[in-house]
T-cell receptor, first 114, second 117 residues
């Protein structure tokens, strides 16, 4: 069964600090991995996407890494801001014919405080 | 704003009533997906359309649920005889798939939050 596990479940950090979120997956055959940011009460918004051959991708203060051998990914947030408070969801896509099958993690709830 | 809109944003209904949600995807997108998300969980796949054809349905989609995309543009999701367990956020996403492509980026709408009393 395809699964995506994220840790920690929740995290509180001070504004300006860095943090790293983890994602482990067992999805086969692997197509790509995305990190989404979901603000409370809103739909998820894509931050980064990585395919099998990519091991790092940046989007501003967000840097995602991928180790396809160990099936692990991380999302590093630099110099956090209050607006970074949200859920961060790791989403892995399986290459299953014509269907874009996504397996979602349960997310890491990040709270950035003063 | 991703360009995908959903209506209504919130719906409160009594158990046993029928509800219908609408999703307007990004206009040139050929695929449209419906997901359900409960508190503290990631979205769960319900069904998806390629143009007007409904190509896949999850086992989560009981016979009380029906989705349509009659003209390959907007889509509706209807829940009949709602139950308290149907309370969740219903998310719509759209994507542009080329050929048999898999793994294209899905753009999510803001969701419709349903509360069944």
């Amino acid at each position: 069964k395809n699964q995506v596990e994220q840790s920690p479940q929740s995290l509180i950090i001070l504004e300006g600090k860095n943090c790293t979120l983890q994602c482990n997956y067992t999805v086969s055959p692997f197509s790509n991995l995305r990190w989404y940011k979901q603000d409370t009460g809103r739909g998820p918004v894509s931050l980064t996407i990585m395919t099998f051959s990519e091991n790092t991708k940046s989007n501003g203060r967000y840097t995602a890494t991928l180790d396809a051998d160990t099936k692990q990914s991380s999302l590093h947030i630099t110099a956090s801001q209050l607006s970074d408070s949200a859920s961060y969801i790791c989403v892995v896509s399986a290459r299953t014919g014509t269907a874009s099958k996504l397996t979602f993690g349960t997310g890491t709830r990040l709270q950035v405080t003063l | 704003d991703t360009g995908v809109s959903q209506d209504p944003r919130h719906k409160i209904t009594k158990r046993g009533q029928n509800v219908t949600f609408r999703c307007d995807p990004i206009s040139e997108h050929n695929r449209l997906y419906w997901y359900r998300q409960t508190l503290g969980q990631g979205p769960e796949f319900l069904t998806y359309f390629q143009n007007e054809a409904q190509l896949e349905k999850s086992r989560l989609l009981s016979d009380r649920f029906s989705a349509e995309r009659p003209k390959g543009s907007f889509s509706t999701l209807e829940i009949q005889r709602t139950e308290q367990g149907d309370s969740a956020m219903y998310l719509c996403a759209s994507s542009l798939a080329v050929g048999q492509g898999a793994g294209e980026t899905q753009y999510f709408g803001p969701g419709t939050r349903l509360l069944v009393l």
